[in-house]
């Protein structure tokens, strides 16, 4: 490759050069052509002047009149003077044309400095000068840089503007300590790593609107609870008021503990003062084989079966929030639900076309 590279540059060199020698020999040329056409110009204007004044020398002069000595009535006799003679007599000769002075050719090397420092003076420039080639380019490729800083940084497509302010109100609900499933810990909901599933959830029911009013079904708030369902759970998160579904963080706080509960079930006391375990998706093998790669489960005497790996993978995690979301949503179809693990999966991608297109039916998009 070094070969074939230190080639190509010899053969621009020689390319280079032969450009070079050309354009001395076309501008030697053309200086040449220059000088001809100056000493032709010159002596044209010669003869122009010497036709000039041979014309008007040969022009026939008036007759002048002569006089005779004799008589009284002797009259006049006329004699016709020669033009030349009375040419010559009336002005004075035409003085010698000074001689043309003698252009003194410059060098190959000075013309072509010449040519290369100021163009060429006798002719219109075709070309533009170096500074303003350099002005013109310079500004141009600051247009080209501002344009690119712009393509850049232009503001593509982007999730709704209630996401960012429900991303602040789940920081703020998933504080409270207790919205982890009881009794296994399971905290998908507000996880780092997954707690997107609480806006989106939100986003897909409600457009993340907290003062969501569903007259039909009588849903309010963010989360597709009833009011009653949602202050049944808020009694274990040991709200600081009576639970408000349109309290935006009330809200959120009772959705990351349902979605726990559905995620790891929950064991709770039946009126007998038994526990009474409720199993969660991570409870059946067959869903652990979706979500992990692997079927296998943990049981425990009065704990709802877990998965025993953990759920990692992206795509193991939108089965699950898929799965999630049917349960959450009583009557969701499968659609919706796929819909959900899409905006999960692209929750840093807001300018995917999926995205953009479920984003469009959403309630309250158009």
């Known amino acids: 490759m070094t070969?074939?590279?230190?080639?190509?540059?010899?053969?621009?060199?020689?390319?280079?050069?032969?450009?070079?020698?050309?354009?001395?020999?076309?501008?030697?040329?053309?200086?040449?052509?220059?000088?001809?056409?100056?000493?032709?110009?010159?002596?044209?204007?010669?003869?122009e002047r010497a036709e000039s004044v041979y014309r008007r020398s040969a022009?026939?002069?008036?007759?002048?009149?002569?006089?005779?000595?004799g008589g009284a009535d002797a009259e006049p006799q006329l004699r016709e003077v020669p033009a030349a003679?009375?040419?010559?007599?009336?002005?004075?000769?035409?003085?010698?044309?000074?001689?043309?002075p003698e252009v003194q050719p410059y060098s190959a090397d000075e013309r072509t400095r010449t040519l290369i420092d100021?163009?060429?003076?006798?002719?219109?420039?075709?070309?533009?000068?170096?500074?303003?080639?350099?002005?013109?380019?310079?500004a141009a490729g600051i247009a080209l840089v501002t344009v690119l800083v712009m393509v850049f940084f232009r503001k593509g497509p982007s999730w709704p503007a209630s996401v960012t302010t429900v991303k602040g109100e789940i920081a703020t609900a998933c504080q409270n300590p207790n919205v982890a499933s009881e009794p296994v810990q399971v905290n998908f909901a507000c996880d780092q790593a997954t707690n997107q599933i609480l806006w989106i959830f939100a986003l897909m029911a409600s457009n993340d609107n907290p003062n969501f009013?569903?007259?039909?079904?009588?849903?309010?708030?963010?989360?597709?609870?009833?009011?009653?369902?949602g202050g049944e759970v808020a009694w274990s998160l040991n709200l600081h008021h009576?639970?408000?579904?349109?309290?935006?963080?009330?809200?959120?706080?009772?959705?990351?503990?349902?979605?726990?509960n559905i995620i790891g079930g929950a064991t709770l006391t039946n009126a007998k003062g038994a526990p009474a375990v409720q199993p969660g998706l991570e409870s059946n093998p067959a869903n652990?084989?979706?979500?992990?790669?692997?079927?296998?489960?943990?049981?425990?005497?009065?704990?709802?079966?877990?998965?025993?790996?953990?759920?990692?993978?992206?795509?193991?995690?939108?089965?699950?929030?898929?799965?999630?979301?049917?349960?959450?949503?009583?009557?969701?179809?499968?659609?919706?639900?796929?819909?959900?693990?899409?905006?999960?999966?692209?929750?840093?991608?807001?300018?995917d076309a999926q995205v953009q297109a479920i984003l469009q039916t959403l309630p309250g998009a158009r």
């Open 3 to 47: 070969h074939d590279f230190e080639s190509f540059s010899d053969q621009d060199d020689e390319w280079l050069s032969e450009l070079e020698t050309r354009a001395i020999d076309l501008e030697n040329e053309l200086f040449d052509w220059r000088e001809y056409r100056a000493r032709e110009q010159a002596e044209s204007r010669a003869r």
């Open 59 to 69: 022009m026939p002069g008036p007759a002048r009149a002569t006089f005779r000595h």
């Open 85 to 100: 003679a009375v040419h010559t007599a009336a002005r004075p000769a035409s003085k010698p044309l000074p001689p043309e």
């Open 118 to 138: 100021q163009g060429r003076p006798s002719v219109k420039r075709s070309r533009m000068s170096r500074g303003r080639v350099i002005t013109i380019a310079t």
């Open 213 to 229: 009013d569903d007259a039909k079904s009588g849903r309010l708030g963010l989360e597709p609870i009833t009011p009653t369902q």
């Open 242 to 260: 009576p639970y408000n579904p349109q309290n935006p963080i009330d809200s959120l706080t009772v959705a990351a503990r349902a979605i726990n």
């Open 288 to 351: 652990c084989a979706r979500y992990t790669g692997s079927s296998a489960v943990i049981s425990r005497a009065g704990f709802p079966d877990v998965c025993a790996q953990p759920v990692s993978s992206l795509a193991g995690q939108a089965a699950l929030v898929a799965d999630a979301y049917r349960e959450w949503v009583v009557g969701a179809t499968i659609a919706a639900a796929n819909n959900v693990a899409v905006l999960f999966e692209n929750a840093n991608n807001p300018g």
